[in-house]
């Protein structure tokens, strides 16, 4: 383009500005090939939203604080859609992990439960790992439940059903979930997802999943043992993923736990929200929680260690060239905000965010490095006045006031009681909500990422950034 | 500049480029111009955050719908931030539209409750609307609330608690709320919100208050008397608003109620949440309810007619030179959401997102003008799943599972059935929230709303698009 720009030695601007050459000028030239990333690191927060975000960030850092991701310079809002698979197009308007991740993955609306598949119809789509791989790109994915769980699943896998995760589950598994035995290779379909991972050819696999790799599949062999005879190597600890070093194409398979990983915090005493108690001189919330380190971690690598790792393993010289697409999970936020456990919840948002970090210090000398930061779906804790704001205005007021579901209540450092209230579900487990969720980018293609889009246009946006490299 | 530009005739390419002259071709100048606005219309939709919006989003238009404001060019999240008026720094974690109202007109981080006046210490802080006035700039404040309510009081009013809207709240209101005795012109202070409202010399004031107003100040007039007498014309319906023309600088003010106005939807029979019960069939939830226009709305004028009015007046041809600062507040969307009222809140919502619409036409003919959609605080209101997704994934649950606040069913005209939680209070009214809230902006200055900001910084912002026209 440049050549074309110098007309006989001499400028002349209104020409100049009128054939919009300006665009040929060097800053403004970078802008747009920067559309184009040699990798992708995409970060999923499972469950997070802008309130769970600010209750971490309250927690952590006081009122003023940031999380990494905070200052990306693109930022919006996403549409969450679900349908019905009745019909596939009636609206269902509250997702879980694996329609919200393969609108993420698969750029589809489709039905609570469906991985990589559509609704009703049950096509299988292709991920943006997939096309990625297509295109010569190393792949990673990292996540702290299992590497067989919805949001790495989507990724690397079709079935009809979520709980389809190892092959004993394709009947129906013994909590007394669906199954999808249509979707058995005897039936024709692909085997659990859990199957499905070992033909997939990812580069970078770090998780949990014992229990489900540990099965025998359809063709009579273990899972995880098909997965070492074919290349992989396989590590078990903290100490075993820091030993081991990139070496040509082999493949790193990284099982920390039989399912998902413990959390790196809790409560003390392992103690989680509780009703608040009614007495005569009014309610009666429970004491404050502590958050301390997770006695339960064990000698598991951190969200932190598991990333740097699969960055170093993707990007290692070697097989630079390639570029990647890692997709780093930081599960538990979802999977501690349904087991009313705070402590839980923001340790795991503190990993999500020291995580992105790691990302971020390899895109400052891999410049051409898209970061995404997103979620799947909303969730139910709220940060509630303590006490309510009814009585904080008006302490004779003779009215019991407080939360109908369980609370707690947390001592941050910056001072303070922050009271955080669990209100979607009577019993057992919070609920999911239908709330727009925030993506935060950086890098080449991340301006697209702007005021309120749809979920599913982050994998047109990961799409077009991985074409014409 | 312009003359600066040529040399000899002929432009040098790297020179242009090395001197930053860039910014000096005719397009990227009218962006730096473009931080001076002659105009600021600043809009507060009370109690939205990301998921009140997702909620209005998806009932209105759908799970593909937008709302006017969702494509702004500028978006950003803002902390909202609240201390403890005992030693005016612990941080409180949930704050009131007092706090948050102060947070925005006066850029202060203040106490729950707290009109224009710094936490503990109770001093006055000057206001964007005072700021706007001093700089010769015409000035209005639209509310669906009570004129003398706490979000467009801290724009006119300064006061240690938001209760003393009319002099006779002074020494408490009758609810059992708080006055402020030391604020009374015996005592040195300003009087109460109404009287300090009589006094603000705003051009244009329209809402609700006649309560307050009708009441007899210190001085022993009628504080509406006082203003009516000191040149305010008085409209008390939609028709008398429309009749009125803008004559010199003779004020406005629109009183249509004797406090909060009337919503203008309702559920069929002023329906609003119930709670679920329970049978041996399981839970039931309540019949969903219809949303229709409130038969009680009369003949008020709408958020709508209130906006063009105030834009016309304050624009109106005779002044346009002046430039004005605009508050308008769509006030009942966080009433309703205490009131558990989902179409309340969803028509309130269609109330703001309509009167932006007005702002943006105004906007396109008259370029220099800073629109801010914002809002001062979270809210209590979730879309949850209906059933729950531990009985929709696993039918045959012997575990009854539901909300234990009390819940709305919707059926919206895109199909399907949004269910809302109401789970932070087992009393009368729902509780506000510690969120982070969205902040959209468009036109001269909105380039700072960007990322992660303070809500104290949108003082900031408009302050500086005020300086230096």
Redesign the interface.
Known sequence: MKSH??MGG????PL??LLGL?NA???LALEEQGNRAKNIILFIGDGV???Q???A??YLY???G?LSF????H???A?V?TV?DDDG??????P?SASTGSAIASGI?TS??RIGTTAKTDRDVPTILEIAQAAGRRTGVVSTASITDATPAVFMAHTSVR?CQGPRDMDGTS????GCPKDTRAEGGSGSIAEQIARAQVDVLLGGGTRYLSQRGEDGEIVLEQMTKGGYQLVKSAKELAAFTPNGRQRLLGLFGNSTLPTEWAGERGRFAEEVKLSEEGPIYPEPITCQPNPLFGKRPTLVEMTKKAIATLAHDGDRSEGFFLMVESASIDKQAHAMNPCGQIGETLALSDSVKVAMKFAQSEKDTLIIVTSDH?H?P?????P???V???P??P???????RVALLE?A??????I?????????E??????I?VFAQGPGAAAV???I?QSDLFSIMKAALADQ
Not at 399 to 405: L, Q
């Open positions: 720009l110098k001499c400028w002349s601007l100049f500005l300006a000028t060097p800053a939203d802008a309130h975000l600010t209750i960030r309250a006081g009122q003023d940031s905070d200052q990306f310079d930022q919006a809002s549409r859609r019905s197009t009636t609206p269902v308007y509250v879980d609306v609570r439960g709980f909590a007394g979930l669906p909303g139910a709220q940060l509630i006045p303590y309510s704001l009814f904080a205005f008006a004779d007021n009215i019991p006031m407080y939360p109908p579901g941050p910056a001072g303070g009681v922050m009271a209230s669990y209100g979607t579900n009577a019993k057992y487990l609920e999911h909500t239908g709330t727009a925030p702007k005021g309120l749809n």
